[in-house]
Nanobody
Framework: QVQLVESGGGSVQPGGSLRLSCAAS????????MGWYRQAPGKRRELVAV???????NYARSVKGRFTISRDNAQTTIYLQMNNLQPEDTAVYYC??????????WGQGTQVIVSS
């Protein structure tokens, strides 16, 4: 059972930056997608950014150009650098791991609040 632990959330003013981290409890092998989703109050959970095992990345239109997803060389941790944060980015951010032929895993979530 892979465990995912997120960190790096917090409160920031509009225009500010935060960096989220998601650490997996073990190295992920095979073909997989690892990424970030978010859920604002009263809204559905939505994709923010994902990175595939071949290093291909995909972003939601609303964050493209402001957020960057990356992965460490050990392939156990992914990051989400969030720049120029806006109030509409306020949400709980969740890390998700999808392994082809295996289960999906979710982290516990980390809160991001963007407010003046």
């Amino acid at each position: 059972q892979v465990q995912l632990v997120e960190s790096g959330g917090g409160s920031v003013q509009p225009g500010g930056s935060l960096r989220l981290s998601c650490a997996a409890s073990e190295r992920i092998g095979g073909v997989y997608t690892m990424g970030w989703y978010r859920q604002a109050p009263g809204k559905r959970r939505e994709l923010v950014a994902v990175i595939i095992s071949n290093d291909h990345t995909n972003y939601a239109r609303s964050v493209k150009g402001r957020f960057t997803i990356s992965r460490d060389n050990a392939q156990t941790t992914i990051y989400l650098q969030m720049n120029n944060l806006q109030p509409e980015d306020t949400a709980v951010y969740y890390c998700k791991l999808e392994v082809v032929g295996a289960d999906d895993y979710w982290g516990q979530g980390t809160q991001v609040i963007v407010s003046s």
